[in-house]
């Protein structure tokens, strides 16, 4: 496992680059597979909360992957974290929810977590992955919620100017908290932007922790390996 087969599996082709991007700075030997199922996020819309056929499909991408020798999976889609969490039964390598490794860091961090989503659903999901967290270490935290809107559309439009504008101005409203998470992988690009522009809080995103989580979990299966 010195160079761990890492699969990576979308809803939105807009998160590929940026975790592949952290990949390469943080983790350049590890080989990653990218599986792309555009037709989740609208499923999801459509379907207004996450169904026993989609949470099913979820359990099917793990496994194929998994069959086609992966050592780890990571899912890069914050909206449907419960489907995630049957995946991770479904399979006998680690699974990995997009945000939970940036909502440990974000629980101790601050008491005030404001919550940037381009994806308003997202939204539902990853403030219950935060309330629970913060339960199980029992840490009092406030949730502030502010979503995007019309962000994604844009960077799906290719006009990535206007979206990391909407987030800036979006993120104006989350001034009062003490920590700022972008709830998508493709928000990572704004994330500069906001800090400079709010420095009293800390700019949180996904990519980077999670592929340093996966290093952490991969890197401790190889020493109950040997």
């Known amino acids: 496992m010195l160079a761990p087969r890492i699969a990576l599996i979308h809803a939105t082709d807009v998160a590929i680059r940026p975790i592949q991007a952290a990949f390469v700075s943080l983790w350049p030997i590890a080989h990653t597979t ?29 496994r194929y992957v998994h069959n086609a020798g992966a050592d780890a999976v990571l899912f890069t889609c914050s909206a449907f974290g419960p489907a995630i969490e049957a995946a991770r039964r479904a399979v006998p390598v680690p699974v ?37 967290l913060a339960e199980t270490r029992g840490l009092r935290i406030e949730i502030k919620e502010q979503p995007v809107v019309g962000a994604l559309d844009a960077l799906h439009a290719g006009d990535a100017g206007e979206h ?27 994330a500069v ?34």
Not at 165 to 178: F, G, N, Q, T, V
Not at 181 to 188: N, P
């Open 96 to 132: 990995l929810k997009p945000n939970e490794a940036m909502l440990e860091e974000a629980v101790e961090a601050g008491q005030r977590i404001g919550l940037l989503a381009t994806f308003t659903p997202s939204i539902a999901s990853v403030r219950t992955e935060l309330q629970a």
């Open 193 to 226: 932007r906001i800090a400079a522009a709010l420095p009293s809080a800390r700019v949180l995103s996904s990519p980077a922790s999670a592929v340093n989580r996966l290093k952490q979990l991969l890197g401790e299966e190889m020493k109950r390996l040997r």
């Open 34 to 62: 990218n599986l792309l199922d555009d037709s989740l996020a609208p499923d999801l819309a459509t379907a207004g909360h996450l169904t026993d056929a989609i949470t099913l499909r979820f359990v099917s991408l793990a």
């Open 164 to 190: 990391d504008a909407l987030i800036a101005d979006a993120a104006e409203e989350l001034s009062d908290c003490d920590v700022i998470v972008l709830t998508q992988f493709s928000m990572e690009r704004a």
